[in-house]
C-alpha cells in the first residue's frame, strides 16, 4: 500500500466540510450503546434473516453504524457456495452474515485531564463502537474526512479497535477532550487535527504493548501464512504458538486481475508502528482508498505491503486487502508485539535497514489433498 497523494485528491478538496467546525461540543457526547457485554457494529446496510443461511427469509434491515447484541456466532445451515466465509452472527433482530458486522465492545474510560508529564503525547485505543470526531483545524484536508460526510451522512468517526496519537487535553463544560493528531511520526496524515471524547479512548501503556516471548532467539520465530487456505501462524522453532484468520489480497480469480494479490514467498517485518493512515489511488480505478488509524502495523515488505489490523471489515478468512495481511485488530496487536523488531510505545516506530532484518514472514499459495 502507498499513501495517497495530496495532488491525486486535490478534486476532494472543494467539498467543503468546513462546516464541520462549527458543530459545538455538546455533539461529541457518546451515544448510548446497548448494555450488552458483547456487540456488533453493521459495517454497511445488510439484510437480517430468519436463519443463518442466504436462502432464509429476509425479516429486516439493519444500517450503517447500527450497533447491536452480538449474540453468538454459528455456521450457516446452507453452504453459500459464492463465498468463502460460512460464518454468521445471531443477534436480537436476527442473523446477520458475519462479514458485515465487526466484534466490538462499549469500554469507556476515565479520561486523563492533562498530558503526562514531560512527554508530547500520547497513543490511545478507541474502546466503544465509535466516536464521533470534530475538526480543530478546518477545513478538513484528508480525503477519508471530506467523503466520510459526502458518502455516509455522519461526520467523521473513529472506531473500535483504532489506534491514535493525542497531543492536546481540554475540558469543556466539564467534560474531557482529545486532541487526535496524525502528524509526521503519528501516523503520517494530512495534517488534521480533531477533537474526540476523550472517555472514548484508553491509553496505551508500556505493559500492554511489551514484547512477547523476548527470550526466544529471535531467529526462531517465522510467520507462516497460507494465501489459499486463509491461514496465519507463529512459530517459535517447530512449535506453533499463535493461529488466526487472514485476509490477504484478492486474487485474480475474483476481480479479473493479479494486481492486489499478496506477493508470494519470504519476506521480513522492518518498520513498525503502533498506527499509521493508509491509502491507493489506483487511477481509474474505483479501489482508491484512504484509511486513516490502521492499528498495529508491521510491514513485511517494500511498496508497502504490510501485517495490520483491519476494523473495516469482518471477513477474515477470506481475500479481501489490497495485498496487505489482515488481522483483526486484537490479533494484529499480539504479532505486532511478538515479531522482531520490537517496539516500546514511548519510540512509536522502528525502521531497519538491509541486510539488518526482523521476522520472517513466508507466504504459499497451498491446496491440500
Not at 447500527?66 to 459464492?82: D, H, Q, S
Not at 504458538?241 to 485474480?252: A, K, Q, Y
Request: glycine content about 8%.
Amino acid at each position: 500500500m502507498t499513501k495517497l497523494s495530496r495532488r491525486d485528491f486535490l478534486k476532494l478538496s472543494g467539498l467543503g466540510l468546513g462546516a464541520l467546525a462549527l458543530r459545538p461540543f455538546d455533539k461529541l457526547n457518546l451515544p448510548q450503546f446497548p448494555t450488552a457485554e458483547r456487540l456488533g457494529r453493521i459495517l454497511f446496510a445488510t439484510d437480517v434473516f430468519s436463519q443463518p443461511n442466504i436462502n432464509a427469509a429476509v425479516v429486516g434491515k439493519l444500517y450503517e453504524d447500527t450497533v447491536v447484541e452480538w449474540n453468538r456466532e454459528t455456521v450457516a445451515t446452507v453452504r453459500n457456495p459464492n463465498t468463502f466465509n460460512q460464518r454468521w452472527v445471531e443477534t436480537p433482530q436476527g442473523y446477520v452474515f458475519s462479514p458485515n458486522i465487526q466484534p466490538v465492545r462499549n469500554l469507556p474510560n476515565t479520561p486523563l485531564e492533562a498530558i503526562p508529564a514531560g512527554e508530547p503525547g500520547f497513543w490511545a485505543e478507541v474502546t466503544v463502537p465509535y466516536v464521533d470526531l470534530l475538526i480543530a483545524n478546518p477545513p478538513v484536508r484528508a480525503p477519508w474526512a471530506q467523503l466520510f460526510k459526502q458518502d455516509r451522512g455522519v461526520d467523521p468517526r473513529l472506531y473500535y479497535g483504532q489506534v491514535v496519537w493525542i497531543d492536546q487535553i481540554k475540558n469543556e463544560n466539564g467534560v474531557i477532550y482529545y486532541r487526535f493528531n496524525e502528524d509526521f511520526g503519528h501516523g503520517y496524515g494530512y495534517g488534521d487535527m480533531f477533537w474526540v471524547e476523550g472517555a472514548a479512548l484508553k491509553l496505551i501503556t508500556e505493559e500492554e504493548v511489551a514484547p512477547i516471548s523476548p527470550n526466544v532467539d529471535p531467529a526462531l520465530k517465522r510467520i507462516a501464512v497460507n494465501v489459499n487456505a486463509q491461514t496465519f501462524s507463529c512459530f517459535e522453532g517447530s512449535t506453533e504458538v499463535f493461529f488466526c484468520r487472514v485476509s490477504t489480497g484478492l486474487l485474480n480469480a475474483q476481480v479479473g486481475t493479479d494486481k492486489y494479490e499478496t506477493p508470494l514467498g519470504d519476506m521480513y517485518a522492518w518498520r513498525k508502528m503502533p498506527s499509521i493512515a493508509m491509502g491507493a489511488n489506483a487511477q481509474g480505478d474505483a479501489a482508491g482508498y484512504d484509511t486513516p488509524a490502521v492499528p498495529w502495523t508491521t510491514f513485511i515488505a517494500t511498496g508497502g505491503v504490510a501485517i495490520h489490523g483491519a476494523f473495516w471489515h469482518n471477513a477474515f478468512g477470506t481475500p479481501r486487502s489490497h495485498g496487505c495481511l489482515n488481522l483483526t485488530p486484537q490479533d494484529a496487536k499480539w504479532v505486532w508485539r511478538w515479531t522482531t523488531p520490537h517496539v516500546s510505545i514511548k519510540q512509536s516506530e522502528v525502521q531497519l535497514t538491509w541486510p539488518e532484518v526482523g521476522t520472517k514472514v513466508t507466504t504459499t499459495y497451498r491446496q491440500f489433498a
